[in-house]
């Protein structure tokens, strides 16, 4: 359960970080706000889903009793 709720926190930080660096670059490189938009979210829950996948799989492995 430890694990869920840290990768809830990371990923939530992940995903503002991810968005808004990719929103930052990309305002550099495109004029249309919505192509913009759309391609930070993108990447923002990408980067959500990778921490929360990623600590729930870490939470699963340090479960395992050997």
């Known amino acids: 359960m430890l694990f869920l709720i840290l990768g809830l926190i990371f990923g939530a930080l992940g995903c503002f970080a991810a968005f808004f660096i ?37 939470g699963f492995v340090f479960s395992i009793k050997f």
């Not at 929103?23 to 913009?36: A, G, Q, S, T």
């Open 22 to 58: 990719t929103y930052e670059e990309y305002k550099h490189h495109f004029n249309d706000k919505k192509k913009i938009l759309k391609h930070s979210l993108e990447t923002g829950v990408f980067a959500f889903v990778v921490f929360l996948a990623i600590s729930i799989l870490v």
